[in-house]
């Protein structure tokens, strides 16, 4: 009879190769769960840090985790190996302010177009 596997193993694999855990969730835990994990749990002495659930994304198999689904929804067939541990990256995206996101006048990247039809 096969073992009912109802939590993952997963680690956080930071922008600079180190790692938070591994640590054990349950199958019922969503992303936004996972995200607040890595944000109480980010190393003090790495600068930047995120401060909110925004800012976190989670990759998992080449995909961005959505943050309304479960551990369970990305669950892959490795990871119901014994001692299975799945690493997820993790990328920090601050939030643009008000500031930041209106474009500057004479921003090259803002195309002016003028078309005449005679």
Request: hydrophobic share 35%.
């Amino acid at each position: 009879m096969a073992e009912v596997h109802d939590q993952l193993e997963i680690k956080f694999r930071l922008y600079d190769g180190s790692d938070i855990g591994p640590k054990s969730f349950p199958d019922a835990t969503t992303v936004a769960a996972l995200k607040e994990t890595v944000i109480s749990q980010w190393p003090r002495e790495k600068e930047n840090g995120p401060r909110t659930v925004k800012e976190v994304k989670l990759i998992s198999a080449g995909k961005v985790l959505e943050n309304n689904k479960t551990v369970k929804d990305y669950r892959s067939p490795v990871s119901t190996l014994v001692d299975a541990v799945t690493t997820m990256h993790v990328i920090i995206q601050p939030l643009l302010t008000e500031k930041e996101k209106k474009p500057k006048d004479g921003d090259p990247k803002m195309n002016k177009c003028v078309c005449s039809i005679m």
